[in-house]
């Protein structure tokens, strides 16, 4: 990390403080506060604010557990944030991706197109990576993807998928600009081992 983790419990210097740390303590429960917590700190109202919205991101949207964490893995793997990448993973491996599709999400390469043979995805989940991939690395997002994605998803699931690819490259780039977790230069495997 670039800058020190605030202490851990942290220092409550007032009330508002206060509320705001067990805020963020209640959404993580039964987990421990993370490093990025401890880094988010420093800023009590920005920790705040991005609690918030992270909280609405992962547990209040209507699309499937395999997608958002799909889109987020897959945003992780664009920036090289394996801090991001070492907490999503799992969790969409947990919400049925298989290891074969995994795979697929950990290239480094462009993803485009239809569903890469092999990759054990479905097309509904290829072209949330390809939208994930194309808003990552160029924000411009091409028809073709867009028109494909109109598509498979309603209005209200395309705003949720692109609020949530748009809200963790929030956090990759601050994960990677601080090195929280300190795991920039690490790749998959090794953000996986630690």
Known sequence: ???PYVANPPELTSPEHAAIVQRIQE?????????????LLHSPPVADGWNTFLGAVRTKTSIPADL???AISRVAVCNR???EWKHHAPLAVAAGVSQ??????????RLEGDVKEGS???EKQWAVLVY????TRDV????ATFERLKGLFTDQEITEITATVACYNMVSRFLVALDVGERNGTGPEEASAH
Do not use: F, N, T
């Open 1 to 3: 990390m670039r800058i």
């Open 27 to 39: 959404r993580r429960a039964p987990r421990p506060l993370q490093s990025l917590d401890l880094a």
């Open 68 to 70: 958002r964490e799909l």
């Open 81 to 83: 944030a394996w801090y």
């Open 100 to 109: 074969q599709g995994m795979e697929a999400v950990k290239v480094e390469e």
């Open 120 to 122: 054990d995805l479905s």
């Open 132 to 135: 994930a991939d194309e808003m």
């Open 140 to 143: 411009h997002v091409k028809e």
